[in-house]
């Protein structure tokens, strides 16, 4: 068994989507695809969904055999090709057995917690993400991962991370930390929230992002998704994280 990735790809130039597995990370592979034929012939490509699998030529082999009715044949040089809608392949992705899964019951762990689902959600809003959900190549949200400083999440936009949370055990207090832009010292109200929670504002240490900078704060995920609320101006921060780091 070879853990990797299984896919689909969409793309404004073609009307099927392309279902395919890698080793690889997705990235790569993308880049890959789009530049060579016969597949960039039919680009640009994006990514859809995906999966991290215990086994990507198994499940890859089961999107497939579910739908080879619908498989493309008069495209020349390609083989993974189907003519069925993105969210029909993304539901039946989703279907995969759990046990194929990497990290499955962790995920399941942490979405059970309804504020953290609310401080994820309103983060997603404050980065411009929400909208833009499908488009997985430009993001990463890693849940619960395995680091010294026992973090909930990560998110990256590209190759900058941009947001994670803490908790040491037996805490009920976590450490956010958030990039944005620095038009964030504008507004004295939420630097004030920010510094009432042991929290700061810090250069971030991004070379390709002058404007960008740190905040970071003491807080339960219930009483951290007020900083959110608190944010709502008519100059909204909506998109500054995601243009913080651009």
Known sequence: MAQGFVYILVSPNSNYVKIGGTERPISERLRDINGSPPYSDHGPWELS????VT???????????HFRSNAVRDVTGTRELFSVPPHEARTR??????LLRI???RTEQIFSNREVKLFLFRLFELSGLFGNVDIQGAWTLTLLPKTNGGR???LNIGSHEVAFSTKRAGDTIVRHFIVLDRLILG?????IWIGNREGSVDLAEYVAAERAVVI??????ANAERFFCSSRRPARLGRLLGRGVG
């Open 216 to 221: 970071n704060f003491n807080e339960s995920f």
């Open 93 to 98: 992705l989703r279907s995969t057995n759990s």
């Open 152 to 154: 909930w999440f990560t």
């Open 187 to 191: 507004y004295p109200d939420t630097i």
């Open 103 to 105: 990290d499955h019951e």
């Open 55 to 65: 086994d990507w030529r198994l499940v890859e082999g089961q999107m497939h055999d």
């Open 49 to 52: 969904d995906f999966l991290y």
